[in-house]
């Protein structure tokens, strides 16, 4: 009996055509993406990786995409940041079109994730999302 | 282009509720759900009239109900409810009745006797919080702290607020998110319902209305976004609408409830409730978190089915509305009018008052519900107003081929009488006429909690009225459930026949009954 109020933020879906970056899978020498709880053999990882307040979901220094196989697991490596801290948000593709679809409200309709601690509750910040970058020896978590 | 180099940011995952939440200010010391656990728990052991509030442990059956009287030979069908009936884990209880998980009833009327069956609606809340053994997920008035990441209105989803099979696919509705499915057969939940691709998770109201024809209309609204949906009597999405209501979000849009259905229009009260998240985070349930403004109009909207941007708006004095009986249309020298009944209460303690209240054992006044009818004058923009008020009523139902037409009757579970520990219960049925405003009534005495009551049609009548009515009552005296079944033209004389469970169950909120002939 009742309905709720919900509040609704903004999707922020760049649509870059940057081309001189790309996910790695791994590499060495590179902090890497722990990302678990993927839906297995479904569309594709999206990732973008801010390196400041200021710039978080407006300008990504680096971004991917890496088709979902078999595994719910995937590692990607995160190179050539200079930033001491970064924040990583993704989500996953479930059609294809390169954005994360919403309904009407805008509520996702597809899985995302975020690194750090992102809230219960809202989107991802800045201060939820962010972890230590250079120097990082641990992979970095996102769990779908 | 490249698809890996085709970038795209992630999310800004668009969530409810939204930033600002803190869960680190509620006082620890305040009305916890603890101390609602071990109050109710003291106050339900000297109150038999309570029990139905401890809620339900487990999913029940039992294949043949005893039975009281003659049930009428052609009375043959599923009667489904659906109320908010889990309300503790571990050492925790709900500060509010609507927070419970939706368990739905069925009683199936056939050859054999009467069967039931009750399961608890399988969410995605539900199955979260059996596995933990505790509430995981914020609740409606309990300010639960989030112990998963609530990615949509269905993460808090408790589908426990009305059932209805349409189609042959039965349906546990709640009001902010999906309807859930059941399976026909066993109760089984299929999962969340979604009409059309990219309106997962969106609002499906608790209230949709089946018009003769089979039609089934309903709608959604969060703030001022509505939405309207048509599924067709075969079972499919006919049509879907968005509308942005012309309202001022501090004052309206918090508790949009019910609806009615005429041959051509949709009308939607709105009263001027708003919900404040923040509040209810904080553990600070209560007036000012489901705020009622008390200096503003109720508002009702009636839009034409076919194009609802094309909607009026009505004000009629401060009130609180849930529910609505009926409306329909009638030409008169000005213009086309709608005239719609629905219960009205200008006391608004119910909401964060009452239902809280109730969830520790304690009886607080809900104020008078009362029925009214207004008219609306499409053309010059009036409404007139015609209150009923000899008693309180709610959950008003009519003869089901008369929704959207001119029907002359409403049933209403009633009380004209206080009972000192059942006052939260209504106590007697009565059939309005709504044009006369006199009643017949049946009181089932003072052991009884009385609950909605249906009007299921005789095979092969056209009359109105021409059937039985149906509905569930809790005996406090012999801690037990019946269903009630009254020929609806003298329900004076009392039921003619009455139908036990084993057991009790929780109150319900709503339901219907799909007649067996009509099966798909």
Redesign the interface.
């Known amino acids: ?19 001189d ?3 790695q899978s791994a590499a060495s020498d590179c902090p890497v993406l722990q990302v678990t709880g993927l839906k297995p053999d479904s569309g ?1 990882l ?3 990786v801010y390196d400041s307040r200021e710039s978080f ?1 407006k300008k ?1 220094v680096w ?4 088709p979902v196989g078999a595994s719910s697991t995937m590692q990607v490596s995160v190179c050539n940041v200079s930033a001491d801290e970064i924040a ?4 996953q ?1 479930m059609n ?1 079109n ?12 597809e899985p ?3 690194s750090g601690k ?8 800045w201060n939820d999302t962010k972890v230590a970058y250079k120097g990082a020896t641990a992979p970095i978590a996102i769990k779908f | 282009m490249n698809r890996r180099s085709f970038l795209s940011s992630a999310t800004s995952a668009a969530l409810i509720g939204a930033g600002g939440l803190s869960f680190l200010t509620r006082d620890a010391e305040a009305n916890t759900p603890s101390i609602f656990k071990s109050e109710f728990a003291a106050a339900a052991a000297n109150n038999p009239y309570l029990t139905p509030y401890r809620g339900a442990t487990s999913d029940l059956y039992c294949e043949a109900l005893t039975i009281e009287g003659k049930l009428p030979a052609a009375l043959r069908g599923r009667f489904y409810r659906n109320g908010p009936s889990k309300f503790e884990r571990g050492s925790e209880r709900y500060q509010h009745w609507f927070d419970g998980d939706g368990m739905v009833q069925q009683f199936s009327f056939s050859d054999k006797g009467v069967s039931h069956r009750g399961r608890f609606v399988n969410t995605n809340k539900f199955k979260a919080e059996a596995e933990a053994g505790e509430f995981v997920v914020p609740a409606f008035g309990t300010g639960i702290r989030p112990k998963q990441r609530i990615t949509g209105p269905d993460s808090m989803n408790t589908a426990n607020t009305n059932a209805i099979e349409h189609a042959g696919r039965v349906f546990a509705m709640w009001e902010g998110g999906s309807a859930f499915e059941m399976d026909r057969d066993t109760l089984e939940t299929k999962g969340a319902v979604t009409w059309k691709p990219g309106w997962e998770q969106m609002p499906f109201s608790a209230h949709p209305k089946l018009d003769p024809q089979g039609n089934l209309w309903n709608f959604g609204s969060a703030g001022n976004a509505f939405f309207v949906y048509h599924i067709d009597p075969t079972g499919k999405l006919a049509n879907t609408q968005i509308a942005k209501l012309p309202i001022d979000r501090k004052t309206y849009g918090g508790m949009n409830h019910d609806m009615a259905v005429t041959e051509r229009f949709i009308i939607v009260p709105m009263p001027p409730v708003t919900i404040h998240f923040d509040l209810i985070a904080q553990g600070k349930f209560g007036a000012e978190a489901a705020k009622v403004h008390k200096d503003a109009p109720l508002k009702i909207w009636v839009a034409p089915k076919d194009d609802v941007s094309k909607a009026q708006i009505f004000e009629l004095p401060h009130e609180m509305v849930f529910h609505v009986g009926n409306a329909y249309e009638r030409t008169s020298a000005s213009g086309t009018e709608i005239v719609m009944n629905y219960v009205g209460s200008r006391n608004d303690n119910f909401l964060a008052g009452a239902a809280v209240a109730i969830m520790r054992g304690a009886l607080e006044n809900a104020g008078e519900s009362q029925m009214r009818t207004v008219t609306m004058n499409l053309a010059t923009g009036k409404a007139s107003l015609t209150t009923f008020d000899d008693g309180s009523e709610e959950f008003p139902r009519l003869d089901p081929r008369f929704i959207g037409k001119a029907a002359k009757h409403v049933v209403t579970p009633t009380s004209w009488r206080k009972r000192p520990n059942a006052d939260f219960g209504f106590h007697a049925l009565q059939v309005r006429d709504v044009e006369s405003g006199k009643t017949t009534r049946f009181d089932y005495g003072d052991d009884f909690i009385v609950e909605e009551h249906l009007v299921i049609a005789r095979p092969g009548s056209t009359r109105e009225l021409d059937g039985w009515i149906i509905g569930t009552a809790f005996n406090a005296k012999q801690q037990k459930t019946c269903v009630s079944v009254f020929d609806a033209q003298n329900i004076a004389n009392g039921p003619v026949a009455r139908v036990w469970l084993p057991y009790w169950l929780p109150l319900g909120f709503h339901g219907n009954f799909t007649p067996i002939q009509n099966q798909t």
Request: proline share 8%.
């Open positions: 009996m009742k309905t709720f109020a919900f509040v609704l933020s903004a999707i922020a879906v760049l649509a870059l055509t940057a081309t970056v790309k996910a594709m999206m990732l973008a979901f990504p971004v991917g995409g890496q990583v948000t993704a989500f593709d294809g390169q954005k994360l679809d919403t309904n009407p409200l805008g509520i996702p309709t995302y994730a975020a992102p809230s219960m509750f809202g989107a991802p910040t």
